[in-house]
């Protein structure tokens, strides 16, 4: 008995350790070079830099549980609990929250972890999934899509009309990640909101949610000047370094890299935790819920042990 799961992000990562904790073989497939997905680092300066994902926050009892052990082992860590907000006029207060968690390895190591003993391909290029349920010809006992629904939607042979129609017709939000880092730390804030910006919606220390203290920023932009940048994304560097320098009164960086997310989150959350239908093809992520890190972990937990239970 195999599951094949195309996507090695968090949610395909939570997906195959619930099945492989229950006594169900799985084989990972995802297209990139290393486990991750939405939960990328990036190489700035002989540094790994967070440009995916900003943070962890917990409300789902088991997924606190898991936290709890990543911190417990020092993969993951507490950052804060507040936020700054910022306008026209600068800095302002500080917007008090849930405790958020980063993690000293990146968050893309806590995903590796969960997918630790378990075979992934990666540089694996998925291009048909149908009726039997088959990846690519191939027979599996299911199959799961833990990929945002644009991405899975063209996958799904026609004969899967349920899971085709529980993908399709549904927005998703682009976003840009600039990673800059700097000679020396100048800004007093851990995080930021910036409100009334065409350019930026939130900045990230990323040497204080690490714990390394490096001099590193993460800003992502606003969804509309994303889509403007799809098709050249470095494009968009030299206006978002200068927004970032506006908002914090920040000297230039000595260098920068701007990530791009074509589809980094969806415009409405669903009710529904993950699709498994009669056909054996399940679909999760963090498009199954509110768009947040614990969503997808959520998302795939649930899928991979509804599957163990039907197989």
């Known amino acids: 008995m195999v599951v094949a799961i195309v996507g090695a992000g968090l949610a395909g990562a939570a997906c195959a350790r619930a099945l492989t904790s229950a006594g169900v073989r799985v084989q990972v497939h995802d297209r990139g070079l ?13 540094r790994y830099v967070d440009v995916g994902a900003s943070y962890l926050t917990t409300r789902d009892e088991g997924f606190r549980a898991q936290v709890d052990d990543w911190v417990a082992r020092g993969l993951a860590r507490p950052w804060t609990d507040a936020f700054h907000l910022a306008g ?3 800095v302002g207060g500080r917007k008090a929250g849930p405790l ?27 291009a048909h999934v149908g009726p039997g349920p088959t990846l690519d010809g191939r027979a599996y006992d299911a199959v799961v899509l833990a990929l945002p629904d644009p991405q899975a939607a063209p996958l799904l042979d026609p004969a899967l009309g349920a899971e085709r129609a529980a ?6 939000e682009p976003v840009l990640a600039l990673a800059a880092a700097f000679a020396q730390r100048t800004w007093k804030v851990d995080g930021c909101f910036v409100e009334g910006s065409d350019v930026l919606g939130w900045i990230a220390d990323d040497g204080r949610r690490r714990g390394d203290g490096a001099p590193v920023l993460v800003a992502h932009s606003t969804s509309p000047f994303a889509a403007q940048h799809l098709a050249d994304p470095a494009a ?3 206006a978002m370094v200068e927004a970032l320098r506006g908002v914090l009164q920040l000297d230039a960086p000595q260098s920068t890299h701007v990530q791009r997310w074509t589809y ?15 056909a054996r093809v399940g679909l999760c992520g963090d498009g199954w819920g509110s768009p947040r890190v614990e969503t997808a972990w959520v998302s795939g937990t ?10």
Do not use: T
Not at 264 to 278: C, I, N
Not at 302 to 311: D, F, I, K, Q, S
């Open 88 to 90: 026209p006029d600068g």
């Open 167 to 172: 993908v399709q017709d549904r927005a998703w």
């Open 236 to 238: 968009a560097g030299p």
């Open 34 to 46: 290393v486990p991750g997905g939405r939960m990328a680092s990036r190489r700035l300066d002989g």
């Open 264 to 278: 980094a989150r969806p415009v409405d959350a669903r009710e529904d935790s993950f699709f498994l239908g009669e």
């Open 100 to 126: 958020r968690y980063g993690s000293a390895g990146g968050l893309r190591s806590l995903v590796a972890d969960l997918l630790a003993g378990i075979p992934v391909r990666q540089e694996s290029v998925v």
């Open 302 to 311: 649930r899928l991979g042990r509804a599957l163990a239970e039907r197989l």
